[in-house]
């Protein structure tokens, strides 16, 4: 079992920052995947960013240029940098550590990041 905290989100204006953070604690595997998904009311649930042990990282074509996502040293914790929010960028937002072998994901409880126009 693998647990998720996460941290940040919230209101902020359009154009601002936030920074979300996800700790994971528990049965960490050598080889995993942690990022964020995201899911607007209404909507399914998306990829926003991942980031490889490797510090490999894909982005969303939305957010690619204005989100950042990066890994500690220990690997165990997840930080995205989101400058330039849009209020499309609204939504609640879930950290995720995909195991690679066998494949699963576990998910984070999810914040809400609200930009207001």
């Known amino acids: 079992q693998v647990q998720l905290v996460e941290s940040g989100g919230g209101l902020v204006q359009s154009g601002g920052s936030l920074r979300l953070s996800c700790a994971a604690s528990g049965s960490i595997t050598d080889d995993n995947i942690m990022g964020w998904y995201r899911q607007a009311p209404g909507e399914q649930r998306e990829l926003v960013a991942s980031v490889s042990r490797r510090n490999i990282t894909i982005y969303a074509d939305s957010v690619k240029g204005r989100f950042t996502a990066a890994r500690d040293n220990a690997k165990t914790t997840v930080w995205m940098q989101m400058n330039s929010l849009k209020v499309e960028d609204t939504a609640v937002y879930y950290c995720?550590?995909?195991?690679?072998?066998?494949?699963?994901?576990?998910w984070g409880q999810g914040t809400q990041v609200t930009v207001s126009s």
């Open positions: 995720y550590y995909q195991v690679i072998f066998p494949s699963y994901k576990y």
